[in-house]
């Protein structure tokens, strides 16, 4: 259990972003909450600026656990949370996903009611998950069409239906390499989870269906989720973005290039590629011929040099090692 | 009816991964006076052989290996362990196994199926089910031995 005390350690220290991990069971729970209220200056200051959200998962079909004694301890702190279930079709879950979805929902809302019966101000993120298990090979397939339908569409629809915001995945594969599946299977369901709706999406640069984290696919994704965002923005029409009047000013034969009109809107038009290369064959073999992947190589070893995240303050980082050190020996003390 | 038919009945109802047909064919096999260990033999633990080799060439899939599986282990079960032990008669075994899904862990699927290619194979698995504490494993192991 100390390893998931060390985890969150290392992730204080070492981002400026929101967290949402896992801490299994209500002791882990209480240290990693009385580590983020050392963060941000006490238990009342954390309800009103949580800077991290509690994933927990329930045991599919239908059970909980000890492990989601987490879930009391961080709604009596009115921290979020959200439970992830993860029905496998035909294995822990009816072969449908409809059938597997109303085993999702059946576990939410117990994560839900047990959390409201605790304290009724808990902030909830919901989930509506049916994955596929490969019938061949047994493992859950991050990658699948099935499985991108399962996290997304059926998840976006209940949880409107609840008006709850909702959670699930992007931007994972079950290709070992950041190649061609995975770039594919990414864009599938990153986009399904955008057009979809759905609000906190994650697994980013997961490979082999989520036994492998990697930093270059995780640069990739960072690409790909900038089209997504594109498509999800959609097609503006109204006077301004159809342009009557410039293209009757233009008339025919003529060019847009000079036009305000043109210069208004293109940086807010198009998407730029930081990643992928839309450069001509010629251009392309000039600069090395490189692959995507070469090139999100390099990217992630720049950006692990260059980024330094800020740092706590020197007293804060004390505090949270101790916290982590009298926890474990308090729990060497119960084995 | 030859024996012949009825253990390639036998084979055919695992193939079928209907529990309710395995049973009834197996029903069907003892009141003929077929010998129980020879129903296990050259009947059910062949079909689930069949099953496991298909499934290792990528035609069939595990829930087929799963839904076999728990068909033979409820024949052997409900009918056919009841019967040997009755005729005190006694399955040739090229080993005996102790088998269970440890402590603090419930999943058992994986478990199972071991168990059940072992029992396939001619083995004597002694299935201890899930979160099983070690203490029974060994009392197991010294029971069997």
Redesign the interface.
């Known amino acids: 259990m100390t390893e998931y005390l060390h985890e969150f350690e290392v992730l204080f220290n070492n981002t400026e972003k929101p967290i949402l991990y896992s801490c299994p069971g209500a002791y882990a729970a209480q240290k990693v909450l009385e580590m983020a209220s050392t963060i941000v200056g006490g238990k009342d200051e954390l309800r009103k600026r949580p800077i991290l959200t509690l994933y927990t998962e329930t045991?599919t079909p239908l059970a909980f656990s000890s492990t989601n004694e987490n879930i009391i301890e961080f709604a009596k702190a009115e921290v979020p949370f959200t439970n992830g279930p993860v029905p496998m079709l035909?294995?822990s879950a009816p072969m449908t996903l409809s059938g597997a979805g109303v085993v999702s929902n059946s576990e939410n809302l117990a994560t839900l009611t047990l959390s409201q019966l605790i304290n009724p101000h808990t902030p909830v993120i919901y989930t509506c998950w049916a994955t596929p298990?490969d019938?061949?090979t047994?493992r859950c397939s991050f990658g699948a069409p099935e499985f991108a339908l399962g996290t997304s569409v059926l998840n976006a629809t209940m949880a409107s239906y609840y008006g709850l915001p909702s959670y699930e995945f992007g931007g994972c594969s079950d290709s070992k390499l950041p190649d061609a599946q995975a770039g594919a299977e990414v864009m599938m369901n990153s986009m399904m989870a955008g057009l979809c709706g759905v609000n906190l999406i994650h697994d980013c640069g997961y490979l082999a269906g989520g036994s492998i984290g990697s930093i270059e696919m995780a640069v990739t994704c960072n690409e790909i989720i900038g089209m997504v965002s594109r498509i999800v923005k959609g097609v503006e029409v109204n006077d301004e973005t159809l342009a009557v009047d410039v293209i009757r000013a233009v008339g025919p034969e003529g060019h847009f290039m000079s036009q305000k009109h043109t210069l208004k809107h293109l940086e807010t038009e198009l998407f730029f590629p930081k990643l992928f290369d839309r450069t001509s064959e010629v251009t392309w073999a000039k600069a090395g011929k490189k692959d995507v992947r070469d090139i999100a190589k390099e990217k992630a070893k720049k950006i692990l040099k260059e980024h330094f995240p800020e740092t706590l303050p020197k007293d804060v980082e004390r505090q949270l090692a101790q916290i982590v050190k009298d926890a474990e020996k308090e729990l060497l003390k119960k084995i | 009816m030859g024996q012949e038919a009825i253990f390639d009945e036998l084979v055919n109802a695992v193939l079928s991964f209907d529990a309710d047909k395995v049973m009834d064919t197996t029903r069907k096999a003892l009141s003929q006076g077929i010998d129980p260990v020879s129903i296990i033999d050259d009947g059910l633990a062949k079909g689930l052989r069949v099953v496991g080799k298909k499934f290792e060439d990528?035609e069939l899939?595990?829930?087929h290996l799963v839904a076999a599986a728990e068909a033979v282990q409820r024949a052997l079960k409900e009918l056919l362990e009841p019967e040997i032990s009755k005729r005190k008669e006694k399955r040739e075994s090229l080993g005996r196994i102790v088998i269970g899904t440890v402590a603090g862990d419930?999943h058992d699927?994986?478990k199972n199926i071991v168990a059940a290619l072992l029992f396939a194979s001619g083995f004597e698995a002694h299935d201890l089910g899930k979160d099983v504490p070690v203490e029974e494993f060994v009392n197991k192991a010294k029971e069997v031995d």
């Open positions: 045991v035909g294995a298990m019938p061949v047994s | 990528g899939f595990l829930m419930i699927i994986g």
